[in-house]
């Protein structure tokens, strides 16, 4: 992001120092403890309390309990992870859960800290557009929002002197520059109107660092004379801080930092040296100009100034700055600090340094492009709405342009037929090599595919070892301890997790097998004989479902179905049953419907037997969260995942399909059945 950690910091405190106020002290009983009459809970005390504790990962852990037991609502539990995300850096996770905000109706908002949560959010979430450069998204997401908060009667969303100021802001950047002077007009009215009836010092900073925003915003896009009047209404603002009677000392250091250093940037762009180095000497003094942050974010002055040796100096504390504030190695961050450090260092004749700055950019460079894939995938699945907005608007405007399409198509076509007469002409010249072409093309796809594949389920297969691995290697060390004690409830939890763990590598080595042998097209031999109803038992006992307390499971096996024989392989019979049983447990898991925002009942699968003169049937269905008709045929292929959320290698359907064929039966998706998923598998009764 374009600004420091602590800004953010200081950002989200004061919000949730506004949140915290609703908490008054006239309280009623409630479901949770207490609820106040703005409804401000015993929840959101508990959140509060562990997030001024800055341990933000416990704080996430708590927020998905209090969510869990149903005693925060979906807006509140969006407003406090993303703050908690933004804190630790997961700026693309907080936009994924900002994106849910439109799927929420303000007027269905029952408290005012529901209310208060939505708006800030909202604020938040414009804020981190704009700082990620998609200034059309911004302001498209504030006039949204907007909209819907004038519908409950809430009307200064747009009108508040921060999104004025990001509005601005984006429009600046989008060349509307009258746009952007109306905003910036509207941002200074929401200030006078803030500090006509507010005093506390908070308010002056606030309102203080809204026009500090629009001073760097105009000393950017190289307005001067636009910044000067608002450096001058900041000295106002300063001069009436330290006269009043509830001056801050904090407030007003940061305050005379902020103006000092933009003086300082903007007569430097002037060319007014003497004035820049005044200006920025009067930064220095302050007690925030020493803070690491700050340190780090004045060194460009100093670069422009030519003092590279400062500047070298400044970036000694770099790394501990990164490490301090949770900055991952992206490009992103290689631009913004480790290029100007690698400057720096050079200028100043720091060969070494900047060489070894170098070395760190190369060495991180992978990590960063995939880091830099997997946002970019972030962002495309979180923007795919506007974009289709942005194509119906498009299409709109094709529509009132069509006497203009007609003289194209018209001159098209034209050029088509003379294009089609030459391609007549040539076209058994060159029909062998567009053959040809084609199926490379062809192969070259399926290699590619395959290639994506493959990567994708060397992955999971990391992924899936990895987890029981680290349990294990965990648990051993904790048993391994000297003079440990460990209570007997506490060693046999242990074993069982240890057993648990073992059995899951276990079965990942076996699916690993059968994946192996059903693909060599090994033939299995089938010459055991057993009953369909005590295949369908077998099956049902190792797979374990009946232990699941989640789900009902229920067998339904008719009488003939005990006294007929099927002649198979007992074992891959068995284990094609038991793959569809744990595709079954696995897709109707809480997990698996939070993760697809679907409301449920309690999970049932069932298992029913039929036999004809010639076929046994086996069909296991569920109530999961389902499979889409088009996708009946692609959850069969090898390593294929339709959810990459999802535990497991995407192999187990694959498996269990081969291992039928192969027995010269067959498992399809019932695509009739829409309260789940139903697979049925059939079986000749004599091979």
Same mark, same amino acid.
């Given at each position: 992001?374009?600004?420091?950690?602590?800004?953010?910091?200081?950002?989200?405190?004061?919000?949730?120092?506004?949140?915290?106020?609703?908490?008054?002290?006239?309280?009623?009983?409630?479901?949770?403890?207490?609820?106040?009459?703005?409804?401000?809970?015993?929840?959101?005390?508990?959140?509060?309390?562990?997030?001024?504790?800055?341990?933000?990962?416990?704080?996430?852990?708590?927020?998905?309990?209090?969510?869990?037991?149903?005693?925060?609502?979906?807006?509140?539990?969006?407003?406090?992870?993303?703050?908690?995300?933004?804190?630790?850096?997961?700026?693309? =996770?907080?936009?994924?859960?900002?994106?849910?905000?439109?799927?929420?109706?303000?007027?269905?908002?029952?408290?005012?800290?529901?209310?208060?949560?939505?708006?800030?959010?909202?604020?938040?979430?414009?804020?981190?557009?704009?700082?990620?450069?998609?200034?059309?998204?911004?302001?498209?997401?504030?006039?949204?929002?907007?909209? @819907?908060?004038?519908?409950?009667?809430?009307?200064?969303?747009?009108?508040?002197?921060?999104?004025?100021?990001?509005?601005?802001?984006?429009?600046?950047?989008?060349?509307?520059?009258?746009?952007?002077?109306?905003?910036?007009?509207?941002?200074?009215?929401?200030?006078?109107?803030?500090?006509?009836?507010?005093?506390?010092?908070?308010?002056?900073?606030?309102?203080?660092?809204?026009?500090?925003?629009?001073? @760097?915003?105009?000393?950017?896009?190289?307005?001067?004379?636009?910044?000067?009047?608002?450096?001058?209404?900041?000295?106002?603002?300063?001069?009436?801080?330290?006269?009043?009677?509830?001056?801050?000392?904090?407030?007003?250091?940061?305050?005379?930092?902020?103006?000092?250093?933009?003086?300082?940037?903007?007569?430097?762009?002037?060319?007014?040296?003497?004035?820049?180095?005044?200006?920025?000497?009067?930064?220095?003094?302050?007690?925030?100009?020493?803070?690491?942050?700050?340190?780090?974010?004045?060194?460009?002055?100093?670069?422009?100034?030519?003092?590279?040796?400062?500047?070298?100096?400044?970036?000694?504390?770099?790394?501990?700055?990164?490490?301090?504030?949770?900055?991952?190695?992206?490009?992103?961050?290689?631009?913004?600090?480790?290029?100007?450090?690698?400057?720096?260092?050079?200028?100043?004749?720091?060969?070494?340094?900047?060489?070894?700055?170098? =070395?760190?950019?190369?060495?991180?460079?992978?990590?960063?492009?995939?880091?830099?894939?997997?946002?970019?995938?972030?962002?495309?699945?979180?923007?795919?709405?506007?974009?289709?907005?942005?194509?119906?608007?498009?299409?709109?405007?094709?529509?009132?342009?069509?006497?203009?399409?007609?003289?194209?198509?018209?001159?098209?076509?034209?050029?088509?037929?003379?294009?089609?007469?030459?391609?007549?002409?040539?076209?058994?010249?060159?029909?062998?090599?567009?053959?040809?072409?084609?199926?490379?093309?062809?192969?070259?796809?399926?290699?590619?595919?395959?290639?994506?594949?493959?990567?994708?389920?060397?992955?999971?297969?990391?992924?899936?070892?990895?987890?029981?691995?680290?349990?294990?290697?965990?648990?051993?060390?904790?048993?391994? =301890?000297?003079?440990?004690?460990?209570?007997?409830?506490?060693?046999?939890?242990?074993?069982?997790?240890?057993?648990?763990?073992?059995?899951?590598?276990?079965?990942?080595?076996?699916?690993?097998?059968?994946?192996?042998?059903?693909?060599?097209?090994?033939?299995?031999?089938?010459?055991?004989?057993?009953?369909?109803?005590?295949?369908? @038992?077998?099956?049902?006992?190792?797979?374990?479902?009946?232990?699941?307390?989640?789900?009902?499971?229920?067998?339904?096996?008719?009488?003939?179905?005990?006294?007929?024989?099927?002649?198979?392989?007992?074992?891959?019979?068995?284990?094609?049953?038991?793959?569809?049983?744990?595709?079954?447990?696995?897709? =109707?898991?809480?997990?698996?419907?939070?993760?697809?925002?679907?409301?449920?009942?309690?999970?049932?699968?069932?298992?029913?037997?039929?036999?004809?003169?010639?076929?046994?049937?086996?069909?296991?269905?569920?109530?999961?969260?389902?499979?889409?008709?088009?996708?009946?045929?692609?959850?069969?292929?090898?390593?294929?995942?339709?959810?990459?959320?999802?535990?497991?290698?995407?192999?187990?359907?694959?498996?269990?399909?081969?291992?039928?064929?192969?027995?010269?039966?067959?498992?399809?998706?019932?695509?009739?059945?829409?309260?789940?998923?139903?697979?049925?598998?059939?079986?000749?009764?004599?091979?």
């Amino acid at each position: 992001m374009k600004k420091s950690n602590k800004n953010l910091l200081t950002t989200i405190l004061l919000t949730l120092l506004v949140l915290a106020s609703c908490n008054n002290e006239d309280t009623t009983p409630g479901s949770n403890g207490f609820i106040d009459a703005d409804g401000f809970t015993r929840a959101d005390s508990i959140v509060n309390d562990i997030g001024d504790t800055r341990d933000y990962k416990r704080t996430l852990e708590v927020i998905d309990s209090l969510e869990q037991r149903g005693e925060l609502p979906l807006v509140r539990t969006i407003f406090y992870r993303t703050i908690s995300y933004n804190l630790l850096g997961q700026y693309n =996770t907080s936009l994924r859960l900002y994106a849910q905000l439109a799927g929420i109706d303000p007027k269905e908002l029952k408290t005012q800290i529901d209310i208060d949560s939505y708006i800030y959010s909202y604020n938040n979430y414009v804020r981190v557009l704009c700082e990620m450069g998609r200034y059309d998204l911004a302001l498209r997401e504030a006039n949204a929002a907007d909209r @819907k908060l004038k519908a409950i009667g809430f009307n200064e969303f747009t009108d508040h002197h921060d999104i004025a100021q990001i509005m601005g802001e984006c429009q600046l950047y989008l060349g509307q520059a009258e746009q952007a002077a109306k905003s910036f007009e509207k941002a200074l009215k929401a200030v006078h109107k803030r500090l006509a009836t507010n005093h506390d010092p908070l308010d002056y900073r606030e309102c203080q660092k809204t026009m500090n925003a629009i001073v @760097k915003i105009y000393i950017v896009t190289k307005r001067y004379d636009k910044a000067v009047p608002w450096l001058e209404m900041q000295d106002s603002l300063y001069n009436a801080l330290a006269t009043s009677p509830q001056r801050d000392s904090v407030f007003l250091d940061e305050m005379k930092a902020d103006i000092s250093y933009s003086k300082a940037r903007l007569a430097l762009a002037q060319g007014r040296k003497d004035d820049a180095e005044h200006d920025f000497n009067e930064y220095q003094s302050t007690q925030l100009a020493k803070q690491l942050g700050s340190i780090i974010h004045s060194t460009p002055y100093l670069m422009l100034t030519g003092r590279y040796e400062d500047a070298a100096r400044n970036y000694h504390e770099l790394d501990h700055f990164l490490k301090e504030s949770g900055y991952k190695a992206d490009f992103e961050n290689f631009g913004r600090y480790m290029i100007p450090k690698f400057r720096a260092n050079l200028l100043a004749g720091h060969v070494d340094s900047a060489l070894h700055v170098a =070395t760190i950019v190369a060495e991180y460079y992978d990590s960063a492009l995939v880091r830099q894939r997997r946002i970019d995938s972030d962002l495309l699945t979180t923007f795919y709405d506007t974009e289709g907005k942005e194509r119906q608007i498009a299409e709109q405007r094709a529509e009132l342009s069509q006497q203009r399409l007609w003289t194209v198509v018209i001159i098209a076509v034209i050029l088509a037929i003379f294009v089609a007469i030459y391609l007549m002409l040539r076209r058994r010249a060159f029909k062998e090599l567009n053959e040809k072409n084609r199926e490379l093309m062809l192969a070259n796809e399926r290699a590619e595919e395959s290639s994506r594949m493959k990567t994708q389920f060397i992955q999971q297969i990391s992924h899936e070892v990895r987890t029981p691995l680290n349990v294990l290697s965990g648990f051993s060390q904790v048993l391994a =301890t000297p003079d440990i004690k460990i209570s007997n409830d506490e060693l046999q939890d242990i074993s069982r997790k240890i057993v648990e763990n073992s059995n899951r590598i276990t079965t990942l080595v076996d699916k690993m097998l059968d994946l192996s042998m059903v693909s060599s097209n090994a033939a299995i031999e089938c010459h055991d004989t057993i009953s369909p109803a005590d295949l369908a @038992k077998l099956a049902v006992d190792k797979s374990g479902i009946q232990q699941i307390a989640y789900l009902d499971f229920l067998l339904q096996i008719p009488p003939e179905a005990e006294t007929q024989s099927l002649t198979t392989n007992q074992e891959s019979a068995m284990k094609a049953l038991m793959l569809l049983l744990d595709n079954a447990i696995k897709f =109707t898991h809480p997990l698996a419907f939070r993760r697809q925002q679907i409301e449920r009942t309690h999970a049932r699968v069932t298992m029913s037997v039929s036999t004809t003169q010639q076929e046994v049937f086996f069909v296991v269905e569920d109530t999961g969260i389902g499979i889409a008709p088009e996708h009946a045929e692609k959850i069969f292929d090898e390593f294929l995942q339709l959810d990459d959320y999802a535990d497991g290698t995407g192999i187990g359907l694959s498996i269990a399909r081969t291992l039928a064929r192969h027995m010269n039966g067959d498992i399809v998706l019932d695509t009739t059945y829409t309260n789940g998923a139903r697979f049925v598998m059939s079986l000749p009764l004599k091979p």
